[in-house]
């Protein structure tokens, strides 16, 4: 008897991986810099991360009972997305500010335009610019690890002027384990990059974006970030503010970057290019948030003139 074929609709290749199981991952994979964040900033770091989690979880519980949507609260996307706009808020902000984020990032920014893959921005940080832009006192007041005494981060020390605030710089090896003054999440280089392997190594994200953003950045800081062309301090850069966190966590959401190698490229060399640009001739010290969300924006039309030609499709009819 012969062997009959199935025919279906594509995709025609598919994998056992799942919303579930990705996202999964990227739990696994924050926990070194959770860890991190808890140990610096103590009680405040943990209440802010809890209350945060807790709020995107109920809002998408809820919105899904009052849209008459199938429940998605197991697929742990929430989750992932209450705590990526945890790691991006300073350890001293009120907890009703973070409530009010975790509420915004899944009703406004994700549900309303479908739930999860139809955002064209980035839960988290569209909600870390809303909270900045009307609550900025209380997003921009940063306190030192361990003993809470205000003070800046290490890119508004720099901002301030080069040899001026020499005596005063983070060291490298605070930057490396994470005490310094910063958001929650993006202190501790060493646990991003801990936890960006593991990712890496589950083939959850590709290094195509990660590469170009902070290659870009590092070229464009070493080249215009110092006192003279070709004297800046790349290695600073890299370390300091949320430019690991950017790179790896959420400049390769899914939902909101393009998906072809070409398009990929395009889009971390960009965010590099607006965070550089940003960080030294802006009037804010940091630019990885914006610089994604701007990118976030442009990559349907990124998508759009990076997409392989399809096969036959290029043929001229008479």
């Not at 995709?11 to 999964?24: D, E, L, N, V, W």
């Not at 940063?142 to 809470?148: A, E, I, K, L, R």
């Not at 020390?157 to 983070?170: D, F, H, R």
């Not at 036959?312 to 008479?318: K, L, N, Q, Y």
Request: proline share 5%; aromatic share 10%.
């Amino acid at each position: 008897m012969e062997k009959g074929f199935l025919i279906s609709s594509s995709p025609h290749i598919r994998s056992g991986a799942s919303t579930q199981g990705i996202m999964k991952d990227v739990l696994i994979a924050l926990i070194p810099a959770l860890t991190a964040g808890i140990y610096f900033f103590r009680l405040k770091a943990l209440l802010v991360v809890l209350v945060t989690v807790a709020a995107s979880i109920g809002a998408e519980y809820i919105s899904n009972i009052l849209m008459k949507k199938r429940q998605t609260v197991g697929d742990y996307s929430a989750a992932v997305t209450g705590l990526l706009l945890a790691f991006n808020l300073p350890p001293s902000i009120p907890l009703w500010i973070a409530v009010t984020g975790g509420v915004f990032a899944i009703i406004i920014v994700k549900q309303l335009f479908g739930g999860l893959g139809q955002n064209f921005m980035n839960p988290a940080l569209a909600a870390r610019a809303f909270l900045l832009a009307s609550w900025p006192v209380q997003m921009t007041l940063w306190t030192s690890p361990v003993d809470g005494v205000t003070t800046a981060t290490p890119l508004a020390l720099i901002k301030k002027g080069g040899e001026a605030v020499a005596g005063v710089l983070p060291s490298y090896m605070s930057l490396f384990s994470g005490n310094v003054a910063g958001s929650i999440g993006e202190t501790s280089a060493i646990a991003l990059a801990l936890g960006a392997a593991y990712l890496l190594f589950r083939r959850v994200i590709i290094p195509l974006i990660p590469l170009g953003f902070i290659a870009t950045v590092a070229l464009m800081t070493w080249t215009l970030g110092g006192e003279s062309l070709f004297s800046g301090d790349v290695l600073y850069h890299i370390l300091s503010g949320g430019l690991m966190l950017g790179a790896f966590f959420m400049a390769t959401d899914y939902a909101t970057t393009p998906s072809t190698v070409k398009g990929m490229l395009i889009f971390g060399i960009g965010c590099g290019l607006l965070t550089s640009i940003i960080r030294l001739y802006g009037g804010y010290p940091e630019g990885v948030s914006y610089s994604i969300l701007l990118m976030n924006v442009a990559a349907p039309l990124i998508e759009r003139y990076t997409r392989p030609k399809v096969f036959g499709g290029d043929i001229a009819h008479a």
